[in-house]
């Protein structure tokens, strides 16, 4: 039997994020400063065979051999640590064994419903267009989100030169050979007939900079201006899209038979590794229909879940359905109300709120829901995406969110709105620690608040170590490197000086309270008691009992057992 409560501290980070592997990390798990902290482990997963987006680009769910083995996992179960992992269910990367034998292959893959051919998805419901997609009609797409500017293809092609269009929800990007003058020369060569005549080797080595000159710039093949070149366009053009290479994350159909055969190899494999809790990344983008929602359809969502679920259960896996939406929403009741755990996305946002309102107020009274209506949560301060805030709206007045943004973004956060549409807010990329001032004391007081609520803690690698924000990563990253601000690798000699720090001990003390002490559990009891601006939490199960009194005031507290 476990020494550890049911519901103890996980730790978060990816498997690079202190000392390089995740044996680095076993390796200071191992440490006496963290013996007894961590009961779980969530896993990010770069552990995975991937190639882009940090992990979430899945091209197998094997273990990286770069960043870990079987061995730092069998380490793990001997410190009593159980996994948290991620399964990704709308999507796999373009270099999946699946789409790479499409590739080959073409509609005489087994693989060929794997993915969703948009033309076969969207037949009879709009026009088809010159470039090869069909464009849907206005009724069959109105309620739908796509998550980037136009519509979601990748146009594929395939061994015959058809151009094919699949759903593409996430990341893609194109990438073109550059060409020399013999590759123009072949080109040429070969797209006209031998009876043709040799291009002759400066004309083709123009071409071949007019080309280079243009996709550099970030053209598309069709946007190149040849010039006086142009009847040498088409041959050009075929080379170029015969020899492209593609990244991106490609929506799985869920429809087929071998997806769902994928499902199940999946989960048996994620079992394997030491998983008691698996999240589901995107799940809420996987069923789709002509007319319906793309994003949490209903009521084919749960019909998704609960097939998934079937399969959970025969791995004696937990399902952690990730999904961000507004607490006015209410989805994360639904999810709860059908059984399943659920993020707390809104206590990060909620804790910084309290504390600078000085008042626990709104916290009490999502502790008191959370309890009264039995919803079990994983609950966290920091994570690899940033400080949620698009949940709080319904919970917190809009103007208080807007305030709460600004205090963020005025310390150090990024923001980054849905689109630049106005009130539609994701998320702030910082730290926790930046979020609060880099004060120490409002750290701990937040994490031993975090650790009285109610919900499995997840902590962020980066708060435990009171990492700042880090900028220069976030311009090494260019474009769309914002998250970039809270992902810092630490190394070995980082984290030995970071021990040392009376913040870090000091929480790595309330990490192992909380995950000792026989008062807190799933079925525990909570009790709140307010006064002023102090909150008092008291938790008892089986005879034992522990409280927090915090002072929202003055960032103090006291725990009494």
Known sequence: ?????????????????????????????????????????????????TDLDRGFSVIDYGINE????????DRLRALGIDLKLDFILNHASVLSPQFQDLLKNGENSKYADFFINWNKFWEGCGEMTEEGYIQPDEKYIKDMFFRKPGLPILMVRMPDGKEIPYWNTFYQEVQYRRPDAQDIINAVWEFEGECSERLQYMTAERIAKIVCTALDEGKKPEE?????????RLAVLNFLANGRKYLGQMDLNIKSDLVWEHYENTLKALSGYGAAIVRLDAFAYAPKEPGKKNFLNEPDTWDVLEKVR???DKNSLRLLPEIHDSYGAG??????GKGYMTYDFFLPGLLIYAMEQHSGEFLARWAKELMDKNIRVVNMLGCHDGIPV?????????????????????????VKNLHGQKNMYYQVNSTYYSALGADDKKMLF??????????????????LFAGENDYAAVERAGAGG?????????????????????VVQKQLDLLRLRNTNPAFGFDANLSLEQDGSALTFTWENNGSKISLKADFATYDYEIIE
């Open 446 to 463: 937040a994490r031993a608040v975090q650790m009285f609520m109610p919900g499995k803690p997840q902590v962020w690698y980066l708060d």
């Open 224 to 232: 190149i201006d040849f010039g006086k070149y142009t009847k040498y």
């Open 66 to 73: 770069e960043l870990g083995s079987k061995e730092d996992l």
């Open 331 to 336: 989805i994360y009741e639904k999810v709860a």
């Open 390 to 414: 698009l949940d709080l709206k319904g919970l917190i007045p809009d103007e208080e969110i807007e305030q709460l943004i600004s205090t963020i973004v005025g310390r150090g956060g990024l």
């Open 482 to 502: 914002h998250k970039e601000i809270n992902r810092t690798n630490l190394s070995n000699e980082d984290i030995a000086e970071m021990l040392k720090k009376p």
């Open 1 to 49: 039997m476990s020494k550890f409560v049911d519901n103890g501290p996980m730790l978060n980070a990816y498997p690079d994020s202190c000392g390089g592997t995740l044996g680095d990390i076993v390796t200071m798990l191992e440490k006496d400063e963290l013996k007894d902290t961590f009961s779980s482990f969530y896993i990010l997963p770069s552990i995975y065979n």
């Open 310 to 312: 079937a399969l959970a």
